[in-house]
Every structure is written in structure tokens, then in C-alpha cells.
């Protein structure tokens, strides 16, 4: 059973950083693509960032594109979503998604989700 655990997440001022971790298990990690997602109140839940099952190739929306870095540590099951720059529309809960294609970007290829953690940006 794949479970993902999400940490680092908390509150931050506008132009802050924070890095968030996925701790992935009951996988072979490196055979998953990964991703981060989020959702705010009252909006559907997004893609932020994705990345490939080696790390090489990475997708970003449009929005975050140049203030934030996916990165994976397959020896660690683990991806990571440092965020830099963080204005108050960044404030949703951010979700950490596996899917077992290479890459992808759509929600409804993601089979397999972890609980979330909140981020909140302060003006």
C-alpha cells in the first residue's frame, strides 16, 4: 500500500521560503512519477509541480515558475518542493501525488495521495 507523508509546511511572510518533504513508502519510489499539488479554499486542487521518475525532466505551472524547485531523492523515497518568494496566493493545503507514469500533470493520473499540509502566506 503506497502511503505519502507530507511535512514542512507552515506560516510564512510574503517573500519568505519554505521547503516542503514527501516521504514516500510501500513503493519502489524510483518507478513512480511524483508531484505537488494544492488546493485553496473554495478552488479546485492544481498541479504546482511535477517531476519524472529520475528527477530529469520537471513541469511547473505557470505561476510558480522561477520561485519554485521540485527535486526527488530516490536513495530517500523522498521529493521535496522548495519554495521561495511566497506571495499570499500561494496560501492553500499542498498535497504530495505519485503516479506510475513517467511524468504526468493531470490530477486523474495521480493514483496515490498523501494527506496535505498547510501553507499560509501573511501579507
Known amino acids: 500500500q503506497v502511503q505519502l507523508a507530507e511535512s514542512g509546511g507552515g506560516l510564512v511572510q510574503t517573500g519568505g521560503s519554505l521547503r516542503l518533504s514527501c516521504a514516500a513508502s510501500?513503493?519502489?519510489?524510483?518507478?513512480?512519477?511524483m508531484g505537488w499539488f494544492r488546493q485553496a479554499p473554495g478552488k479546485e486542487r492544481e498541479p504546482v509541480a511535477t517531476?519524472?521518475?529520475?528527477?530529469?525532466?520537471?513541469y511547473y505551472t505557470d505561476s510558480v515558475k522561477g520561485r519554485f524547485t521540485i527535486s526527488r531523492d530516490n536513495a530517500k523515497n523522498t521529493v521535496y518542493l522548495q519554495m521561495n518568494s511566497l506571495k499570499p496566493e500561494d496560501t492553500a493545503v499542498y498535497y504530495c501525488?505519485?503516479?506510475?507514469?513517467?511524468?504526468?500533470?493531470?490530477?486523474?493520473?495521480?493514483?496515490?495521495w498523501g494527506q496535505g499540509t498547510q501553507v499560509t502566506v501573511s501579507s
Open positions: 501525488a505519485a503516479t506510475r507514469l513517467l511524468i504526468a500533470t493531470i490530477k486523474t493520473d495521480f493514483t496515490s
Open positions: 510501500g513503493l519502489i519510489f524510483s518507478t513512480y512519477g
Open positions: 517531476i519524472s521518475r529520475s528527477g530529469s525532466s520537471t
